[in-house]
């Protein structure tokens, strides 16, 4: 089972109404990057659980309803009187999303350190990323929980840069550098990268993380396919499936989530087997995740696919 920790909310879906102006459809979708996680590790036939604060109102309760229904444990589901993040969403060029967060004081930014209990054994790894390894006390909480465990349990991370929710650039690198020194796999887009790190060549980037406990890097760069950079095997590349796209929300956590249920599948999930990894296996494991997302980006909003979807 993997353990993913972060934020839980709506997406809410903003379409203009017609001809009027002063009116719109809104669409509220269940998600958050981590959630998506969760609930795509579940579709693929891989246990998780999920971490995070989760509202007494409405919507927190809806969430929790479809965690259940989905299959992910909640059983690390911390209780909050404190309402749910929103975040609208509006689509830009290629159906990429354009976010605004309306989270300040929300129930997934609130756990600490005394909410969490100690974690069963059937926890193999954990997964954080997005705007909770960055909004506090959260983001402390969860780095405190990486730092206990990185030992003992696989730990994977995908940045998922949000600047609407956390603008300082320099809160985001400190915190993914400090994660990223004890993750033993990273996920990251081309995007995320340039917004940390401009000018760099995400190459050098990828060396640099390798350098500590991390033994793979994934870079992922949409129409152009993903990049994986492995300490042990050097790098490979895989191009992006064709697929008409409605949007991509959702595809990098799908990606994310076909990683991990890839490693989960093949009894790769310790960071003894990761690094023993070999070239085949990882070559097979990209075209998984690349064959797993573009599902997600045929689709609309964050339905991310299920086991029997992919070849």
Known sequence: MYLVCGEALFDVFTTPAGAQRNRLTLEAVAGGSPFNVAV????????????????????????????????????????????????????????????SFRGEGCADRLPRDEHFASLSDEIRGIHVGSY????APIADTLLSLVRRESERRLISLDPNIRLNVEPDLGRWRERVEAIAALAHLIKV?????????????????AQRWLQGGCQLVVLTRG??????????????????????????????????????????????DTPAALAQIQRDQLQAMLAFAVQAAAITCSRHGPDLPYRYEIA
Do not use: C, N, W
Not at 235 to 263: E, H, I, M, N, W
């Open 40 to 99: 795509g590790l579940s579709r693929l036939g891989t246990s998780s659980a999920l971490f995070t604060g989760m509202s007494r109102d409405h919507l927190g309760q809806q969430l929790r309803q479809v965690l259940e229904d989905e299959g992910v444990d909640t059983r690390y589901l911390i209780d909050f009187d404190a309402p749910t993040t929103l975040a609208m969403v509006a689509l830009g060029a290629y159906g990429s999303p354009v976010y």
């Open 132 to 135: 909770s390894i960055v909004t």
């Open 189 to 205: 887009s081309d995007e995320d990268l340039t917004l940390l790190y401009p000018g760099e060549a995400p190459e050098l980037i």
């Open 223 to 268: 129409r152009e396919g993903a990049q994986l950079f492995s300490r042990r095997q050097g790098a490979l590349y895989a191009a992006a499936k064709p697929v008409t796209v409605r949007d991509t929300v959702g595809a990098g956590d799908t990606f994310q989530a076909a990683l991990l249920s890839y490693l989960y599948e093949h009894k790769l």
